[in-house]
């Protein structure tokens, strides 16, 4: 546990440096080593990016509790356009419709992913469309790959031999795991028909069953640890 808290205070340091360079007027204080900040990705064309609220903010504190992550508590909005992008690590991006990316929008989160960033899309049913067009703005010359089973971000803190847990109905197909890579690393890891996101809410909006909530937050700690260094990830 030493080793990794070091991985993590590094990567830190490492995000606080190309901040500073990307945005020379933000305030130091903005990510400090000992706090480092998720986000959930806002974006235009209708699709309510605002879905599952209480997800990310629950998916940290678990895995601050349960793997000592020491993350920060607050997860701000951070919109697709604006440089306060790069100020976070890793990013959800969820929601039921449309997507809509312009070209200079499309242009930063490549520069992001490209950089160090990772992305976690979730789709809370109806996005799938919307998602692979905007995307293809992002990589235009890259296909959508389902991640194999045996990839590091399925054996994290937690082994999930068969890919993705599903946590919600959807058309009853099967959970599967999407990803987009940068020089063999995956930046943009997508989940469809499973909702990951949904599993990570307070229990009360969707009453799942314990096991199935548990399942959905372990994927989802195994997403970040992989996105902020974890073993084959940074």
């Known amino acids: 546990m030493e080793k990794y808290s070091t991985r993590m205070d590094v990567l830190a340091s490492s995000w606080l440096v190309l901040v500073l360079i990307l945005n020379p007027t933000k ?4 990510q400090t080593v000992a706090d480092v900040q998720l986000a959930v990705l806002q974006y235009r064309g209708g699709g309510d990016w605002y879905s599952n609220p209480t997800a990310v903010p629950n998916l940290v504190r678990y895995c601050n509790e349960e793997m000592a992550m020491h993350l920060s508590q607050e997860v701000p909005y951070v919109d697709v356009g604006s440089p306060d992008l790069f ?3 890793w990013i959800h991006m969820t929601g039921h419709g449309n997507v809509v990316f312009s070209s200079r929008e499309a242009d930063q989160l490549r520069a992001y992913l490209q950089s160090g960033g990772f992305l976690h899309i979730s789709d809370n049913y109806g996005m799938d469309p ?15 790959v389902e991640v194999p089973f045996d990839h590091p971000v399925y054996h994290q803190q937690y082994e999930f031999a068969d890919g993705l847990p599903k946590i919600h109905e959807h058309d009853d197909l099967p959970a599967r795991g999407y990803g987009l890579f940068v020089n063999g690393r995956l930046v943009c890891f997508y989940d469809q028909e499973c909702d990951l996101g949904d599993g990570w809410e307070d229990y009360q909006v969707h009453r799942d069953p314990e096991d199935v909530r548990e399942a959905a937050l372990r994927m989802g700690a195994n997403l970040i640890r992989y996105a902020m260094g974890g073993a084959d990830g940074l």
Do not use: G
């Open 27 to 30: 305030s130091i204080l903005a």
């Open 87 to 89: 100020n976070h690590p």
């Open 130 to 144: 919307y998602i692979r067009t905007a995307m293809a703005k992002v990589f235009p010359n890259q296909d959508w």
